[in-house]
């Protein structure tokens, strides 16, 4: 990786990286300038996170260069972190400011309270007072409501003073997206930051960095977060980059369009081959007819020039297929997959029926006199901050959990498919092959054909479940969908590991569903196009919001 000085604040030129004898970038090219917002996107694998990496020099180019501005202070959060850190997560992002955090130490080391009550220590006192000056002359206070802020937008208000091992993941990682926002870097490097938000804290991080005012390079699936930050879109697909101002929605309409007339296009230039070939084929076999038909000099003349004729036609067709002439099939994108949901027929029109649930846990009262009825199309999106008790009230509806008090009421005969925020609790030790052949009732071939769909290379079709990685496991649970017959569809966060081609292909299906569905989900443009009515939990009460997204 080279430092450098122009306008751009990294620029990739003709980059090369091989990771396990794959090429994940083939000589791309790319830049980003100063104080421009770009989202980087592509599918799962693709090589977002790695070109990430490369512009922090945790990796070094195969070859190609790399270069970034000399000026470039980088703030960089990664998918994906190993956290040994002893420090609350107050204290964590204070140290997003080290002297300032050196000097709150410095402070916290005295006891204030002799100090407070004229103690005769007086150097102490002495001490403490010129580490309180000096914190409050590098915007401590101001610094101190910052980092409280933050966190508490980011739902980790209960947390605020916890040990880092009393800590879940999901909590560690949004203290290290707290503390990475509050660097102060030019340069903002962040992998996939909205990951274990709920949408408060995606709305809160998106007014964050529409704020910002240095360079941002943002890994997101959000697609409403995309649309509203950056300015530039960089797509990764098999190796190469592509460039494109504007907004994300924008950018995937314009390719979908580019891709449907290079289709038209490719399905032309076949057409005009196959009547060129055949053009070949008639004028061949005429002059072999003639040829064998007479010995006459006229005649054999005129199978001569069928003959070249059709010499001309097939170096028509070479022009036609080489150089600047041929146009190449596109791709096979996710874009294209269509995912049906088939729902079994059956007469009754309510489905699920929640009557008067409470659930508490020790001393606090999590869901109390909640109810709930979702009837045959009807499909319902269920709300709220994250710990606020959805999954807990998914789970009693299904009979995974128990309710302290009330009644659950199921459609006999109802098929239901149930997806956990895991992804539809597969088994580990099974097959990806194995998983569909037990859970549906498709034949091999079916199996194989609807895999290739997907997009899962050979390879991946013998690979153990606990081997997947986070794509290829959401794309396996949309193939179990697709095959599922259900009636009602109880949805814990199904955009769990999916990219945004996986994304797209979920929302359309899900938006003809005809069936019942009960949907936790905090992709904001998911819950807008699919839901007919939306619930919010809150404060143990379920309340309906009397503007439903999907209106």
Known sequence: MERGSRMSEVTFHKVTKILGGVAVLDRASFSVNKGGKVGLIGENGSGKST????ITGMLEPDSGQVSVASSAQLGYLPQTMDSHSDLTPFEEALSARPRLFDTWRRMKSFDVGDVKEGAPDKEDAVAYAE?????????????????RDSLQMLGLSQQIEL????????????????????????????????????????VWLEKMLKRYRGTLLVVTHDRELLDHVVDSIIEIESGKTTV?????????????????????????????????????????????????????????????????????IRRRIERELKGEKRIDRPPTTRDEIKVELAPERWDKKSVLQLEGLSKSFGERLLLEDVNLRVSRGERIALLGPNGVGKTTLMEIALGIQSADEGEVWLSKGANVFYCD??????????????????????????????LARLLFKRDAVRKRISQLSGGERGRLVLALLANSRADLLMLDEPTNHLDLPGIETLQKALSDFSGAMLLISHDRRLVREVATETFELCDTCLQRIAAPCGS
């Open 51 to 54: 070109i990430l990496k490369l």
């Open 131 to 147: 580490a309180l000056a000096d914190f409050y002359e590098l915007g401590g206070d101001q610094f101190e409501r910052e980092a």
């Open 163 to 202: 040990p880092a091992h009393a800590l879940s993941g999901g909590e560690r990682a949004r203290v290290a997206l707290a503390k990475t926002l509050l660097v102060g870097a030019s340069f903002l490097i962040l992998d996939e930051p909205d990951n274990h938000l709920d949408t408060d804290g995606i």
């Open 244 to 312: 494109q101002r504007g907004a994300c929605s924008d950018y995937l309409r314009r390719k979908r369009e580019r891709l449907d007339r290079q289709m038209q296009e490719y399905l032309g230039q076949q057409k005009r081959v196959r009547k060129l070939k055949e053009a070949i084929h008639q004028a061949s076999c005429k002059a072999r007819k003639i040829e064998n038909e007479t010995i006459d000099f006229y005649y054999r003349k005129r199978a001569l020039k069928v003959a070249r004729k059709a010499v001309m």
């Open 421 to 450: 925020q895991e992804g539809a609790g597969l088994d580990p030790e099974l097959t990806v092959y194995d998983t569909l052949a037990k859970e549906t009732n498709l034949t091999h071939n079916q199996v194989h054909y609807l």
